[in-house]
């Protein structure tokens, strides 16, 4: 399987964080790595590859050389599984005259335009009574169809549509699910829909987390069919990338794992996301599970290494002003190593020197990027993991168009760029 077809297929699969992760753990237990619960005592072993699923929309994998010394060196490597979107908020039934709607909150920072008239669906996870009342029990599900769509106001009744008219989240974004034909689902059509997914009674689900998504799946375009558009590029592109990384690579001496991390489109400050102190409780437990000492794991910290994945911006064919002077890239450059004096990225020139070494000695195309000094531009999950973790970091990922866009697109020969360079990075 060619590396795009690799990345169509993970993009489609992941439909929400939970899916991002199932799909995940499936990959990982095929290539080897055995499952961990998260809060339970570790008998590791040397030479084996292990992963943790974290709250259910994180994942922690990792993989233990089978000549560690006495000081094993620590490589990572990480991504997010989240993306703006839209999702659906508790009692959201909405009624127009016989239409039903579904009241919805927006996730993240998406382009709003983009998401209407589009064919959308819902997935996420449904939560229910179980063995015990601390323990309840979780269902994921995915409609696994189109069952809503956002439509736009028609130009005969908004004349100044193409001249740029504000988007009211609450107002304009709420997506059309269904045409009211019995009074008694009037009330409950969205939970007893829900229910019928879940195969349980709409009386016994206590809570939820359901996502809106682009149904519409992933292609090739171009005269070479050289680019490649889908949803959710932003970050699947990376978490792929660290997939095959962690998969394909060799661990000799050291420790090298990957995070995939939730809740960055929202800042990270969660319990599951790069601001929490998840990653590093979990490689202290895999170094005392190993039997060393709290030292050297913080040895392994302070000399450790992380290759942040998120995507960049690629300049725009009709905005190129939009770029800064100098340090611009094209889609079909390959790997973008992004700086900033703001620390933004978490990019150094050493972090930078070492990433560029690899590109080099293994002849994998990349370009550094930077933005435009009179724009804020983004920032990544790597400037707050390397605040936690204190490690040197590099702040990487494939360049690409219409950022936040309910569809993105980018180079598909990029992708292949990032993960060589991520497997190139665990061997070097």
């Known amino acids: 399987m060619t590396i795009i077809k690799q990345l169509d297929s993970l993009v489609a699969a992941s439909v929400s964080p939970y899916h991002c992760i199932m799909a995940a753990s499936k990959q990982l237990s095929e290539a080897g790595f055995h499952e961990l619960p998260l809060s339970a005592t570790w008998k590791l072993l040397k030479g084996e590859s292990y992963y943790i699923n974290v709250f259910d929309s994180s994942l922690i994998a990792f993989s233990i050389g089978e000549e560690l010394t006495d000081s094993p060196s620590l490589r990572l490597a990480a991504s997010h599984t989240d993306w703006p979107c839209l999702k659906v908020k508790p009692y959201p039934e909405v009624t127009s005259l016989n239409y039903g709607k579904l009241n919805v909150e927006v996730y993240g920072g998406p382009l709003l335009n983009t998401w209407f008239d589009r064919p959308l669906s819902m997935a996420g996870k449904v939560s229910v009574m179980g063995s015990s009342l601390m323990e309840p029990k979780t269902i994921f599900v995915d409609f696994e169809r189109p069952v809503l769509t956002v439509p736009s106001l028609a130009i005969h009744m908004n004349r100044n549509a193409n001249e740029g008219v504000p988007i009211n989240a609450q107002v304009d974004m709420l997506p059309l699910i269904t045409r009211i034909t019995d009074e008694l689902s009037r009330k409950d059509f969205f939970l007893e829909a ?68 939730d809740n960055e489109e929202i800042g990270n400050h969660t319990k599951q996301g790069a601001s929490s102190a998840i990653t590093e409780r979990v490689l202290e437990k895999i170094y005392l599970s190993l039997g060393y000492s709290r030292e050297t794991f913080i040895n392994g910290l302070l000399g450790g290494f992380l290759l ?43 972090s930078t020197g070492v990433i560029e070494g690899i590109c080099r000695a293994k002849d994998i195309p990349y370009r550094k990027f930077s933005n435009r000094s009179d724009i804020r531009g983004g920032s990544t999950l790597g400037s707050v993991s390397s605040t936690l973790l204190t490690m040197r970091t590099v702040d990487v990922g494939v360049p690409m168009l219409a950022m936040h866009s309910a569809r993105e697109v980018m180079s598909a020969s990029d992708q292949e760029a990032l993960v060589k360079l991520t497997i190139a990075f665990f061997e070097a």
């Open 194 to 261: 829900l229910a019928k997914e879940a195969g349980v009674e709409k009386t016994d689900i206590l809570d939820y987390e359901i996502y809106i998504y682009n149904w519409e799946s992933g292609s090739l375009l171009g005269l070479q069919e050289e680019f490649y558009s889908a949803p959710r590029l932003d970050n699947i592109t990376s978490v792929h990338a660290c997939l095959n990384g962690i998969v394909e690579s060799t661990c000799k001496e050291g420790i090298h794992a990957v995070i995939l991390y």
């Open 308 to 350: 942040s994945m998120d995507v960049a911006h690629a300049i725009h064919p009709n905005h190129m002003e939009k770029c800064d002077i100098k340090n611009q890239i094209v889609m079909g450059d390959g790997v973008a190593i992004k700086l900033a004096a703001s620390q933004s990225y978490a990019t150094d020139a050493t």
